[in-house]
T-cell receptor, first 112, second 109 residues
Framework: DVKVTQSSRYLVKRTGEKVFLECVQD?????MFWYRQDPGLGLRLIYF???????EKGDIPEGYSVSREKKERFSLILESASTNQTSMYLC???????????FGPGTRLTVT | EDKVVQSPLSLVVHEGDTVTLNCSYE??????LLWYKQEKKAPTFLFML????IEKKSGRLSSILDKKELFSILNITATQTGDSAVYLC?????????FGTGTRLQVFP
């Protein structure tokens, strides 16, 4: 079974702090994704990566950056957290682009 | 702009009922349509559909795609309380998934 893990289930940060969300997958998948999920808006893609050190912007990349130094790990960085970044963040991976994505349990981030 | 619309937004039924969830889409470069079930945490994969008219089935769940009319349905027969969840529809274009906002299903005993 594919396992995607995220570093924290719940996180509370202050406005202006730098925030790191970590995601690790154990199935040697090429592709990894970061989404945020908000009520009434569904899942929206922030960034994805199709190879180590490669990244592509999704639909809402503003205020975020990512890092993929190793194949199994994909990090989402909030350079200066703001209250409108309070959300559920979901990481996913897939073997190839176009295949089903497998999701981690999510990190609920609150920025106060 | 690519979009995926699910209906109804929410549904409340009793155990044993049959439900039909709808997903319509307008997406350029359609590749596939996927259904996920989300309880309190990670969405879990249910089905991937790529061809019209071919039903995919897993136990009490089944799904079918109509590429001419641009929609899919997810059927759940003989619902159980464990079916209570948000059901997400997503469409794959060239390189990413576009999600609908989900249908919240609540099944009461």
């Amino acid at each position: 079974d594919v396992k995607v893990t995220q570093s924290s289930r719940y996180l509370v940060k202050r406005t202006g702090e730098k925030v790191f969300l970590e995601c690790v997958q154990d199935m040697d998948h090429e592709n990894m994704f970061w989404y945020r999920q908000d009520p009434g808006l569904g899942l929206r893609l922030i960034y994805f990566s199709y190879d180590v050190k490669m990244k592509e912007k999704g639909d809402i990349p503003e205020g975020y950056s990512v890092s993929r130094e190793k194949k199994e790990r994909f990090s989402l960085i909030l350079e200066s957290a703001s209250t409108n970044q309070t959300s559920m963040y979901l990481c996913a991976s897939s073997l190839v682009l176009g295949a089903e994505q497998y999701f981690g349990p999510g990190t609920r981030l609150t920025v106060t | 702009e690519d979009k995926v619309v699910q209906s109804p937004l929410s549904l409340v039924v009793h155990e044993g009922d049959t439900v039909t969830l709808n997903c319509s889409y307008e997406v350029t470069n359609f590749r596939s349509l996927l259904w996920y079930k989300q309880e309190k945490k990670a969405p879990t994969f249910l089905f991937m559909l790529t061809s019209s008219g071919i039903e995919k089935k897993s136990g009490r769940l089944s799904s079918i795609l109509d590429k001419k009319e641009l929609f899919s349905i997810l059927n759940i027969t003989a619902t159980q309380t464990g079916d209570s969840a948000v059901y997400l529809c997503a469409v794959h274009n060239t390189d990413k998934l576009i999600f609908g906002t989900g249908t919240r299903l609540q099944v009461f005993p």
